[in-house]
């Protein structure tokens, strides 16, 4: 029998949003974590705001968000919002009654600058890695450091000579561009990079992540300037910032790694540096002492698993093409996308794990 189309409005709804969301959806074991997380941030937050005024969106909802943002791939914090009225997991996710209002997309994006001016996203991302040593998820022997290309928003257009004046006054044709000679006006961060020979060139900042070797979790991440030695300075940079007494440990990378400086250096560090050995047409820094190890051979193999991270910051958490500029403001998306990352990571090691 054909059924009837027409439906009578319902009066009066007696349900919450923690009641429509499946009891197995993947994200109910996020939650858990991220509202412990957010419970030691507590007294940072706090500390941002005064104590009289006008009431602003709660910093817990605007870090929530930005990890909404990031695990359904939206494209900008305006369609957060309007996806915010009518999307009730995201509703119950913020703890949202299902008649409240979403937020405004400007009042959202200007209230996100307190989560940059208070270096939140970095204690967000420490008290995440926190709750995976809590569970004993996270190794302080085996790392893997590796570094990509982020595209910048702004444009090749953009990129100008310095001092040049404007483009009807200067004759630019058939100059080569470079950054010494050229800066992007939209972005002056960026720096102008390509990934491999036969590529073309684009305006990009230094992606580059610390990856520990248990269970693959991001333990710093960190943008720079694209520059030739961004990769092994910004290695060396995570390494140091790492906590706990100095032991030795070992650090798995490719073989862009592989400068008789950078060995050095992390043999200073009591690092023992597991690097993928270059022999193209020169001497690699890595000999017979370190490559024999059966050690070796298993940092070769779990470090391309950095990969994974890069991969998922690309593709899920929108990272392919950066959305703002400037370093600080990327390094702060940066840090909330990698800590999605292992949120995800943690919940499903976790059944595993306890």
Not at 33 to 46: D, G, H, K, M, Q
Not at 64 to 70: C, F, W
Not at 286 to 301: E, K, L, W
Request: proline share 5%; with cysteine; charged share 25%.
């Amino acid at each position: 029998m054909r059924g009837d189309a027409t439906k009578q409005t319902t009066m009066l709804l007696a349900v919450t949003p923690d009641q429509l969301v499946p009891a197995d959806h993947p994200i109910r074991r996020v939650k858990p974590i991220v509202e412990r997380a957010l419970r030691v941030l507590s007294p940072t937050f706090s500390a941002m705001y005064a104590a009289t005024g006008r009431p602003s969106i709660p910093p817990e909802h605007l870090l929530k968000g930005s990890l909404l943002i990031a695990l359904y791939s939206i494209r900008s914090e305006r369609q957060f919002c309007e996806r915010l009225q009518y999307d009730l997991l995201f509703k119950w996710f913020l703890d949202l009654n299902i008649t409240d209002p979403a937020f405004d997309a400007s009042t959202f994006a200007k209230n996100r600058e307190r989560l940059l001016e208070h270096d939140v996203a970095a204690h967000f991302f420490d008290a995440v890695l926190a709750e995976a040593q809590w569970h004993g998820l996270l190794s302080d022997e085996h790392f893997t450091v590796d570094g990509t290309l982020l595209e910048s928003w702004a444009s090749i257009k953009s990129f100008r000579p310095l001092g040049g004046g404007r483009n009807p006054d200067v004759d630019f044709h058939g100059q080569k561009r470079s950054n010494a000679t050229h800066a992007s006006t939209t972005d002056p961060d960026a720096r102008l990079a390509r990934k491999g020979k036969g590529k073309e060139a684009k305006l990009c900042l230094a992606g580059h992540v610390l990856m520990e070797n248990r269970h693959g979790l991001a333990v710093d991440v960190l943008l720079t300037h694209a520059t030739g030695t961004a990769e092994r300075e910004a290695a060396l940079r995570m390494l140091d910032r790492q906590p706990g007494p100095r032991h030795r440990v070992t650090l798995g990378a490719d073989k862009n790694y592989d400068t008789r400086d950078f060995v050095r250096q992390c043999r200073a560090r009591q690092v023992t540096p597991h690097v993928s050995q270059n022999t193209s047409g020169r001497r690699s820094a890595i000999d017979g002492r370190t490559t024999r190890h059966p050690g070796y051979a298993i940092s070769q193999r779990i470090r391309k698993r950095v990969e994974e991270i890069f991969g998922w910051t690309k593709t899920v958490g929108g990272g392919r093409k950066l959305r703002y500029l400037g370093l600080a403001r990327n390094q702060c998306w940066a840090e909330l996308t990698t800590a999605t990352y292992n949120l995800v990571r943690i919940a499903n090691l976790l059944p595993a794990a306890t």
